[in-house]
């Protein structure tokens, strides 16, 4: 019998493990991962940008927890010598008609609390970003850089000496529910708890359903690809270069990226990947594909955005049309100065009416908590979120 299981060994549910055992140390926490390492998908496959959370609509969870996280993100790895790297970032506006977007993101980050942010003009770009384009742009001093993977392990690492039990290479089969407690069967084993916490990510809403919540919504996998750029180039760019991002759609645009391990990333893009973990461009899955074709609400967000999603898929089968999305930012880029790099994919909830689910979306009920959409900026409010989830279940336990 344990107090609390979590299925999911990415950064929120890892990170909603070391929450619990800080503020309630004893715990008997049980932690099931279907992959052999933790941090697997989508936790160690993103850009690796610390977020300051200038985007966010003011009082979402997603700004509210980002600006929390952020603190808590960057204490943790002073405390425990993670590498990571506050240098800033530049959002470009490249034409007049992004400026109207480009000063609601301003007053979004000031809303926010954001100090430092200013907006800047084409000479003060030039000194922080040399061969950046653009006809105005915000500085925003607190982003930076980081390996989440680094973090998701030095995270495993406090469980464990917390205490908690961590099965990696465990998929969760079965969940049922009880009076008393709750049976969770894996591929190895079953075992009782008290209190169920799901952060399954791409798989959420099948996670979910085995533990009997009923859903108006499905996770639809968007692959990000990414291109590197050579070497010999890396000059191009000194830290973060992005753009005014699409608000059509929950995703920031094809941005470049300084990586804490050294090199440069482009990218990523954002296109419907026909397998949940679908990393390749052939990756394909027949029972997911088919799934995703019969849900009503991936028919409705085409029949809104299919000019959009064309564009996306372009980019991804064209170096040429990725190249031109590039160029915009920093123009002296050329053909033969990327190459393809790293994929990830991020999990979205959509509705069945076809809305895009943009703020996280955590849902209790009775010993079972839910993560049913925490996107980008989860991994920088991670010990944010740990720390929602973990008094949430505690407000029960006894």
């Known amino acids: 019998m344990f107090d609390i299981t979590i299925i999911g060994a990415g950064i929120v549910g890892l990170a909603t493990a070391h929450r619990l055992l800080e503020i309630k140390p004893g715990l008997r926490i049980a932690v099931f991962e279907k992959e052999k390492t933790v941090a697997f998908h989508q936790s160690s496959r993103n850009s690796g940008v610390i977020h300051s959370g200038i985007y966010y609509q003011p009082g979402s969870q997603k700004a509210l927890n980002c600006r929390k996280g952020y603190d808590a993100l960057l204490h943790f790895c002073k405390a425990h010598g993670i590498q990571h790297d506050i240098c800033g970032k530049v959002i470009v506006a490249t ?10 993101i301003y007053q979004r980050g000031l809303a926010n609390g954001l ?11 030039k000194e922080k970003e040399p061969y950046a384009q653009g006809i105005e742009a915000i500085w925003v001093p607190q982003a930076g850089i980081i390996s989440y993977k680094s973090v998701a392990e030095k995270y495993l690492e ?49 996670v979910a359903k085995l533990t009997g919540e009923q859903l108006n919504l499905k996770i639809l996998p968007f692959r990000g690809e990414y291109y590197e750029l050579k070497k010999e180039k890396e000059y191009l760019v000194n830290n973060l270069i992005y753009p ?16 804490i391990e050294g090199g440069i990333e482009a990218g990523p893009n954002a296109v419907l990947a026909f397998r949940r973990e679908g990393y390749h461009l052939k990756d394909f899955e027949y029972k997911e594909f088919f799934e995703m074709i019969g849900f009503k ?28 999305s590039l160029q915009k930012l ?17 999990a979205q909830a959509v509705g069945n009416d076809g809305s895009l689910v943009d703020d996280f979306f955590i849902v209790e009920k009775g010993p079972v908590i839910n993560v049913l959409n925490a ?13 929602r989830i973990a008094n949430t279940a505690l407000r029960k336990h006894t």
């Open 375 to 387: 996107p980008s900026p989860a991994a920088t409010a991670s010990l944010a979120i740990g720390e």
């Open 95 to 104: 034409k007049k008609e992004e400026q109207g977007l480009l000063d609601n």
């Open 330 to 346: 920093i123009p002296a880029i050329g053909y033969d100065d990327i190459e393809r790099g790293r994929s990830g994919v991020r």
């Open 244 to 259: 005014v991002p699409n608000p059509a759609f929950p995703f920031l645009g094809v941005h470049f990226t300084r990586m």
């Open 158 to 206: 406090r469980i464990n000496l917390a205490g908690a039990a961590v099965f990696l290479g465990e998929k969760v089969q079965k969940v049922v529910p009880g009076n008393s407690a709750v049976t969770v069967c894996t591929s190895h084993r079953e075992i009782q708890t008290r209190q169920l916490i799901a952060c399954s990510g791409l798989y959420a809403d099948h």
């Open 115 to 125: 100090n430092g942010i200013r907006k800047i003009g084409p000479n003060e770009l």
């Open 297 to 324: 609400g991936l028919r409705k967000l085409a029949a809104k955005y299919w000019r959009l999603e064309l564009d996306e898929f372009h980019r991804s089968f064209s170096k040429r049309a990725f190249l031109k």
